[in-house]
């Protein structure tokens, strides 16, 4: 405890000046250069992936949340402020998504720029149609609901193309002098996608599956999208880990369905699941819901391919059933 | 200030009643109630919280150094929560936060407590901060001086039941707030580096000012680990001449939600005005989250005498909380306490901590 003496202490006066001065000199000396690129700062890294489709290298741009993170459960780390100091454009998701962290990193970043309404902030949000928007007043006793709608709209290619050219227009705007480059990257992208979405349709048909049990809410909108249906969610309510009576309904009204397709985000893990495996014949893909929460996601196209490969498997899991049934059938007769 | 308090328990109630009219209730400011539940037990005739605590040391100082004024106006106790054993609101703390226009956002919070013959508002926060200046926020009105790591935390952000010994000891049960006005900078640097000035003003017979500067750094270790350390000086603070204050801290938070570690060290060394007694003390702590829902938290504290010769109290204190959703959680504390005469006191604590309203935008 020595160095903590009170003799020590009273330097501090001097030493606390010191420092300060040093600093204050240190600062003036970095002279901050003029980027011409643009600083795009996105909040998730499927986004992230959406700006480099559009602006390819013509941009930098960052996000937040890094692959395997939640993008719902990020804590609003000073560093995070850093680098919204320095941005020129803040891509959010919005619909509450952020709505934990992001606040406190705008605030904290001190950039007049990158305030809502201002022209260097884009709500994602604001350009699609959401859904399980809840009518009238939200009650958390149906757990933790996002008052604006599902955010989880990414993964809806359609929705994401219109995210895209949103961000092209931006770009535009914020650089015109390259507004050609972003409007053509954008309608190869456009193209590239509706053109994959073509097959996508295509491969979940042939899949045979139409029933889904998902963890989180997180694919609304691709099962929107796709014409699958919902049969049900693992967790008892959002933000709400699911009881014990909740899987056995569960189990129930799978057994009921004949479904046998389980998707899980990444982001979520629960032993409950091992409940179901155990009742019933089932199929646990693991997908990812965001660019690089699983390594082979490593751009949006690939994400989404992700997921429509999982539901393959899902058939293919449920054909080798039928086929094995059929085998068994035949050996007892 | 029953008629205050009857007054906000009105303007709630009116702004939630209000919330139905969509028109009306979009406008209205983000609102947040938290409610603070603390029952308490303790195991020793000689226990001592942290103001029980500060009070002792002061006797005993009397009596080695009879006749020395001072002492009286560092144990600025907040009676209100000297409440013994028992059930008791700890605190009803309501929070209203909107952006004004494009130029300034404001935040008002207000506490509620529980003490012997009552209940007590105060007006814990007031401010406005400015939206439009690059790299530097002016706030101005009342709110929490920027003291070390600890003070300027509402109560129900408190990592532990009660703030540190060290804390109740220069501040009282809920930090130390004034009216004034604050520059927060934050630096180019690459790493988060930020510089702030606050002054406060206040009245009571004669002027009083008070200067802070506050300077924190926050480097990332990698993705997952920050390292923050932070050195704040404050001139004429609660009848202190100059605090000195030191905290450091190491965060990790893994790539799956639900699973953090983190240690904090915070140093205070208070030198008085020539005819009072200087205050130090640390307190350091540990808080694990060990699945989403659980956390394990440790905590231990001296508070050696003036010149650091010899540990005076120590407290020892462990905590177990169950967080049920980002709204509600109720925690556990055990605490064991050495008054310096070598007598330990042991207590239990259990709490409350539910949140109605608005998501809360949490802090790092």
Redesign the interface.
């Known amino acids: 405890?020595?160095f903590?003496?009170?003799e020590y202490?009273?330097n501090?006066?001097r030493k606390?000046f010191f420092?300060?001065s040093f600093?204050f000199l240190?600062?003036f000396s970095?002279t901050?250069q003029a980027e011409k690129k643009l600083n795009v700062l996105t909040t998730t890294t499927s986004l992230k992936s959406l700006v480099e489709s559009v602006a390819g290298d013509k941009v930098y741009v960052e996000s937040i949340t890094?692959g395997?993170?939640?993008p719902?459960?990020l804590?609003?780390?000073?560093?995070y402020?850093?680098k919204a100091?320095k941005a020129d454009l803040l891509i959010v998701a919005g619909l509450?998504l952020e709505?934990?962290?992001?606040?406190?990193i705008v605030?904290?970043?001190?950039?007049?720029q990158i305030?809502?309404?201002q022209s260097g902030y884009l709500d994602a949000s604001q350009f699609i149609k959401a859904l399980s928007v809840p009518k009238g007043?939200v009650d958390?006793f149906f757990?933790?609901v996002h008052p604006f709608g599902n955010p989880h709209f990414i993964l809806d290619p359609v929705r994401g193309v219109k995210v895209s050219k949103e961000i092209g227009q931006r770009l535009s705007l914020l650089d015109p002098e390259n507004k050609k480059h972003y409007m053509e990257n954008q309608k190869q992208f456009e193209k590239n996608i509706m053109e994959k979405m073509k097959a996508w349709e295509r491969r979940i048909k042939n899949s045979g599956v139409t029933k889904i049990v998902t963890y989180h809410s997180s694919f609304e909108y691709f099962l929107d999208r796709f014409n699958l249906n919902l049969v049900g969610l693992i967790e008892e309510k959002p933000?709400?880990?699911p009881s014990v009576k909740h899987i056995l309904q569960l189990i129930k009204k799978m057994k009921d369905t004949q479904s046998s397709c389980i998707l899980m985000s990444s982001?979520y893990?629960n032993d409950k699941i091992k409940k179901i495996e155990k009742a019933l014949p089932v199929r646990v893909e693991t997908v990812s819901i965001e660019v690089g929460a699983l390594k082979k996601a490593k751009n949006y196209e690939l994400v989404i391919e992700g997921v429509v490969e999982a539901i393959e498997n899902c058939g293919q899991f449920d054909k080798d059933k039928n086929t094995n049934k059929n085998k068994n059938k035949k050996g007892k007769n | 200030m029953k008629c205050l308090l009857l007054s906000l328990v009105f303007f709630s109630a009116s702004a939630f009643t209000l919330n139905k009219d969509v028109a009306v209730s979009k406008t209205n400011p983000d609102i947040s109630v938290n409610i603070l539940l603390l029952g308490k037990k303790t195991f020793s005739a000689e226990e001592h919280n942290g103001e029980g605590h500060a009070e002792d040391d002061h006797e005993e100082d009397h009596g080695k150094e009879s006749g020395n004024e001072g002492h009286e106006e560092h144990a600025v106790h907040d009676h209100a929560h000297n409440l013994g054993d028992g059930v008791s609101i700890q605190e009803v703390e309501f929070y209203f936060k909107s952006n004004i226009d494009p130029y300034w956002s404001g935040s008002v919070s207000v506490g509620i407590s529980q003490h012997e013959k009552g209940f007590e508002l105060d007006l814990e926060e007031a401010f406005v901060e400015s939206l439009f200046i690059p790299s530097l926020t002016i706030k101005a009105g009342k709110f929490y001086a920027l003291l070390g790591r600890h003070n300027n935390l509402h109560t129900h952000y408190y990592p532990f039941i009660d703030p540190p010994l060290i804390n109740q000891t220069l501040f009282g049960f809920h930090g130390w707030n004034g009216t004034g006005v604050s520059l927060a900078w934050l630096s180019p640097l690459p790493w988060y580096a930020e510089l702030v000035a606050q002054g406060f003003y206040s009245y009571s017979g004669e002027e009083e000012f008070s200067g802070i500067l506050f300077f924190k750094n926050l480097w990332d270790l990698n993705d997952n680990a920050t390292l923050e350390l932070n050195m704040s000086y404050g001139a004429e603070v609660n009848h202190f001449e100059h605090l000195y204050n030191a905290a450091l801290v190491w965060k990790w938070t893994g790539s799956e939600s639900g699973r953090s570690l983190a240690w904090t060290a915070e140093v205070f060394q208070a030198v008085a005005d020539s005819d009072s007694e200087d205050i130090a003390g640390i307190s350091s702590y540990i808080q694990w989250q060990f699945s989403k829902q659980w956390w394990l938290e440790g905590r231990a504290e001296y508070l050696p005498d003036a010149k650091w010769d010899d540990l005076k109290t120590q407290k020892y204190s462990a905590l177990l909380a169950f967080v049920l959703t980002e709204y509600s959680a109720i925690r556990l504390q055990y605490d064991a306490t050495e008054n310096g005469h070598g007598k330990w006191g042991h207590g239990v604590s259990i709490q409350t901590n539910m949140s109605l309203g608005t998501h809360p935008a949490h802090l790092y």
């Open positions: 405890m020595s903590l003496k009170r202490c009273c501090l006066n606390v420092i300060v600093l240190l600062v970095v901050v890094k395997p993170q939640d719902h459960f804590s609003a780390k000073p560093s402020m850093v100091r509450d709505v934990g962290w992001l606040p406190n605030h904290g970043a001190r950039n007049p305030q809502k309404g007043k958390r757990g933790d933000g709400i880990p982001f893990r």
